[in-house]
């Protein structure tokens, strides 16, 4: 059986992307994620009360001073590094796998590397959203622990953008 996902998918309308995952990639698929659950408002919120306790703390006649800083000042630090810390984290799993050829059609989403194919029906999916330079497609699960980034840049020609949007929005629509 050496189809390797190609003829699993087969539709009359096509769009190709070609691409090799970046950091880039990987953290817009977060940050769209993040946005749909609301993470951002909360991570928003964490940060004010962690820095605002810290500097509270600071300025407080009996407080231990520049030791709050070094104390809450990291915290700071790592409640707004998480999303990049995610990003790299997942780089580096996909990173070492090559080029990703990914095939949109109206059946699903297909994608390949040198080492695996992927096929996903659209079942699995509740919507999407486009970025600037991505579309990322989200899973149904409360969490939206699966996403599918498709960066601009893999696609062939500029129509192609147009061409991916109206197959998506035929099968998922956005979100």
Same mark, same amino acid.
């Given at each position: 059986?050496?189809?390797?996902?190609?003829?699993?998918?087969?539709?009359?309308?096509?769009?190709?992307?070609?691409?090799?995952?970046?950091?880039?990639?990987?953290?817009?698929?977060?940050?769209?994620?993040?946005?749909?659950?609301?993470?951002?408002?909360?991570?928003?919120?964490?940060?004010?009360?962690?820095?605002?306790?810290?500097?509270?703390?600071?300025?407080?006649?009996?407080?231990?001073?520049?030791?709050?800083?070094?104390?809450?000042?990291?915290? &700071?630090? /790592?409640?707004? *590094?998480?999303?990049?810390?995610?990003?790299?984290?997942?780089?580096?799993?996909?990173?070492?796998?090559?080029?990703?050829?990914?095939?949109?059609?109206?059946?699903? &989403?297909?994608?390949?590397?040198?080492?695996?194919?992927?096929?996903?029906?659209?079942?699995?999916?509740?919507?999407?959203?486009?970025?600037?330079?991505? &579309? &990322? /497609?989200?899973?149904?699960?409360?969490?939206?622990?699966?996403?599918?980034?498709?960066?601009?840049?893999?696609?062939? *020609?500029?129509?192609?953008?147009?061409?991916?949007? *109206?197959?998506?929005?035929?099968?998922?629509?956005?979100?």
């Amino acid at each position: 059986m050496d189809h390797q996902g190609r003829d699993i998918i087969q539709a009359a309308e096509t769009v190709e992307l070609t691409y090799r995952p970046t950091r880039g990639d990987i953290l817009a698929g977060i940050r769209v994620r993040d946005r749909v659950r609301q993470l951002h408002v909360l991570r928003g919120a964490l940060i004010a009360l962690v820095a605002g306790l810290g500097l509270l703390l600071t300025m407080e006649p009996d407080g231990a001073g520049m030791m709050n800083v070094l104390v809450y000042g990291p915290v &700071v630090l /790592l409640l707004w *590094a998480i999303p990049r810390l995610q990003a790299r984290h997942v780089l580096r799993i996909v990173q070492w796998q090559g080029e990703y050829r990914t095939t949109v059609t109206d059946a699903g &989403v297909s994608a390949t590397n040198e080492h695996a194919t992927l096929t996903v029906r659209w079942s699995l999916f509740r919507g999407y959203r486009e970025t600037r330079d991505h &579309v &990322v /497609l989200l899973s149904r699960d409360p969490n939206i622990l699966c996403l599918e980034v498709l960066p601009k840049r893999g696609l062939g *020609a500029p129509e192609d953008a147009e061409r991916l949007l *109206a197959i998506l929005d035929r099968n998922v629509g956005r979100v």
